[in-house]
């Protein structure tokens, strides 16, 4: 049976909503398993499925660094601080914060007077970053997307596609 591209674009909608909702399919799924109503499920759960959202939060934004900081470094051969907030788009002081969590997470290395540089750790995330949001502006531009919308909405939508999803959006690029 011939699906309809319009078939194809609601599979692919549902796809990408369902990662989306990444949050939402937890309590769907904590619901079916146990028949909870939320108001039964326990402050420790809750709280649990809180943290859990925010470090998704949190890698979402350390992720970026990493992609911006490994674009930086391929345009000019390092990152300094004040780029790579202006190209965040943050102050000063919110780079320098979030340049010493990657440190702390063995992402980053900088020198005195030269800059922030990815260890090898911090270079594969970036390289995957890449690779992913790439995934994504492809699926998005193959559903009809205009190439601007597509590279600025998989912006927010790379962050939650999980590897399964993006293995069937590869799939469906390389079906097509």
Do not use: C
């Amino acid at each position: 049976m011939q699906k309809s591209s319009l078939g194809y674009i609601d599979f692919i909608t549902f796809k990408m909503l369902h990662s989306l909702a990444l949050q939402m399919n937890e309590f769907r799924t904590a619901m079916t398993e146990h028949d909870t109503p939320p108001a039964e499920i326990s402050p420790t759960e809750q709280a649990g499925r809180f943290a859990r959202a925010r470090e998704k939060q949190s890698m979402a934004i350390l992720e970026d660094y990493v992609e911006m900081i490994g674009d930086l470094i391929a345009m000019h051969g390092e990152a300094r601080v004040a780029d790579i907030a202006e190209r965040m788009g943050v102050a000063h002081p919110t780079a320098t914060k979030a340049v010493a969590r990657l440190k702390r997470e063995g992402l980053a290395t900088s020198r005195p007077y030269r800059g922030v540089f990815l260890t090898d750790k911090g270079e594969a995330l970036a390289n995957w970053v890449r690779v992913r949001h790439r995934t994504v502006v492809d699926l998005l531009i193959a559903v009809g997307v205009p190439q601007e919308t597509a590279e600025a909405d998989a912006e927010g939508i790379e962050h939650h596609v999980s590897r399964r999803t993006l293995k069937a959006f590869e799939a469906y690029l390389t079906d097509k």
